[in-house]
């Protein structure tokens, strides 16, 4: 079986401060992970994966991924977060053609 | 291009109800997928279709049925509504159902059913 989990419902940040949201995954085999926005009354829309390689993964709108094999995390950050982050993100793993497994998403705060 | 499609986008049903989610999309993608959202549990496939002419049960395919038209247009159709249907429904698709590729989702379809 595969899984994702986001420990934390939310999370609250200042603007221009550093932000992470988590995510731990649990899954035989090597992984395949996934980090998607959601904006209001929208679809989600990807920013990254993680495939093989380098652990630190770079995507869109500034944010990047630090894959850590050892804590099962894929880690979701930004150095500086702007009012415009926020959002509702999600975690997502493949193991198996067809098959994504998502988080139940961490709803991102970024207060002026 | 307008990527993925889903018409329509509010629909309130009575219990017993029948109606059909529509989904289109213009990346000439091979695989098609619907989810169904609800609050604090992600999205869950409902059904998949890996390739036109296929289709094969998600995670909750109960109460729900698919038909993969052609290449471009997957449809999701309820045909009892119940009330623990109601839901947003995302219709995706990527080129290939293949575990390193990203999907591509419409903007949702938010469905009560009373």
């Known amino acids: 079986a595969q899984s994702v989990a986001q420990p934390e419902d939310q999370v609250n940040v200042a603007e221009g401060n550093p932000l992470t949201v988590k995510c731990t995954y649990s899954v035989s085999g090597n992984p395949y992970l996934f980090w998607y926005v959601q904006y209001p009354n929208r679809g989600l829309q990807f920013l990254l994966k993680y495939i093989t390689g380098d652990n630190l993964v770079k995507g869109s709108y500034g944010f990047e991924a630090e894959f850590n094999k050892s804590q099962t995390s894929f880690h979701l950050k930004k150095p500086s977060a702007l009012v415009s982050d926020s959002a509702l993100y999600f975690c997502?793993?493949?193991?198996?053609?067809?098959?994504?497994?998502f988080g139940a998403g961490t709803r991102l705060t970024v207060k002026p | 291009n307008a990527g993925v499609t889903q018409t329509p986008k509010f629909q309130v049903l009575k219990t017993g109800q029948s109606m059909t989610l529509q989904c289109a999309q213009d990346?000439?993608?091979?695989?098609m997928y619907w989810y169904r959202q609800d609050p604090g549990m992600g999205l869950r496939l409902i059904y998949y279709?890996?390739?036109?002419?296929?289709?094969d049960k998600g995670e909750v395919p109960n109460g729900y049925n698919v038909s993969r038209l052609n290449k471009r247009e997957f449809s999701l159709r309820l045909e009892s509504a119940a009330p623990s249907q109601t839901s947003v429904y995302f219709c995706?698709?990527?080129?290939?159902?293949?575990?390193?590729?990203?999907?591509?989702f419409g903007p949702g379809t938010r469905l009560t059913v009373l």
């Open positions: 279709s890996a390739s036109e002419g296929t289709t």
């Open positions: 990346m000439n993608h091979n695989s």
């Open positions: 997502a793993v493949s193991r198996y053609p067809n098959d994504m497994r």
């Open positions: 995706a698709s990527t080129l290939a159902g293949e575990v390193y590729n990203e999907q591509f």
